[in-house]
């Protein structure tokens, strides 16, 4: 089970930090991702961290502004989202790889989501 928390309203150029909690498997053996939807557009992929944590992904449109971290001690991956824009407004998703998978593996695991609203 993945439980995402963090999400809110926030200005722009605001901070918000999420956080997806994992039980009921091992974190460690899984690559976990941030996916993105807002509304009216397809699902996107945001960032993505290996299990060890030594490589980590995102896409262009975040590249400098989000990091993601994770500790596997507390089965918590998280976000960290700076200088907020509103085009960063959609429903955050946290997901876990297959087992023994990298960011280029498939996703299959899924949390509900938490949603992320930049406005003034």
């Known amino acids: 089970q993945l439980v995402e928390s963090g999400g809110g309203l926030v200005q722009p150029g605001g901070s918000l930090r999420l956080s997806c909690a994992a039980s009921?498997?091992?974190?460690?053996?899984?690559?976990m991702g941030w996916f993105r939807q807002a509304p009216g557009k397809e699902r996107e992929r945001v960032s993505c961290i290996s299990g060890s944590g030594g490589t980590t992904t995102y896409t262009d449109s975040v590249k400098g502004r989000f990091a993601i971290s994770r500790d596997n001690s507390k089965s918590t991956v998280y976000l960290r989202m700076n200088s907020l824009k509103p085009e960063d407004t959609a429903i955050y998703f946290c997901?876990?790889?297959?087992?023994?998978?990298?960011?280029?593996?498939?996703?299959?695991?899924w949390g509900q989501g938490t949603q992320v609203t930049v406005s003034s």
């Open positions: 009921g498997f091992t974190m460690d053996y899984h690559a």
């Open positions: 997901a876990a790889s297959t087992f023994y998978g990298n960011c280029n593996a498939n996703f299959t695991s």
